[in-house]
Nanobody, 129 residues
């Protein structure tokens, strides 16, 4: 099993950009699909995107298309989330999660019977207006 550690969060002004990283430990990282999620204060966790094991294809939630880009580097055991034009309402904790099945990540926030195998601890993003 892998372990995940997010980094790259912090304070950014509205309109700014951030690149979050999800670093994995373990030799089997390439056997896992990886997803990015966020949870704003007082709100439910929501899916941003999920990328397959190779990173060659990524599913983006409809509301996340356009300003979010996921990339993956299996040689470095890492997945990245580039966020552009950040908005104050996007303040929250950003998590990465991993599961052998990408569908599990895609439905993780809508299907209570599906829970990704591994979650990171999250990284806080604060967007000031």
């Amino acid at each position: 099993q892998v372990q995940l550690v997010e980094s790259g969060g912090g304070l950014v002004q509205a309109g700014g950009s951030l690149r979050l990283s999800c670093a994995a430990s373990g030799r089997t990282f390439s056997s896992y699909a990886v997803g990015w999620f966020r949870q704003a204060p007082g709100k439910e966790r929501e899916l941003i995107a999920a990328t397959i094991k190779s990173g060659s294809s990524t599913y983006y939630a409809d509301s996340m298309k356009g300003r979010f880009t996921v990339s993956r580097d299996n040689a470095k055991n890492a997945v990245y989330l580039q966020i552009n034009d950040l908005k104050p309402e996007e303040t929250g904790v950003y998590y990465c999660a991993a599961d052998p099945i990408v569908h599990t990540l895609v439905v993780a926030t809508t299907d209570q019977d599906r829970d990704p195998e591994v979650w990171g601890q999250g990284t806080l993003v604060t967007v000031s207006s």
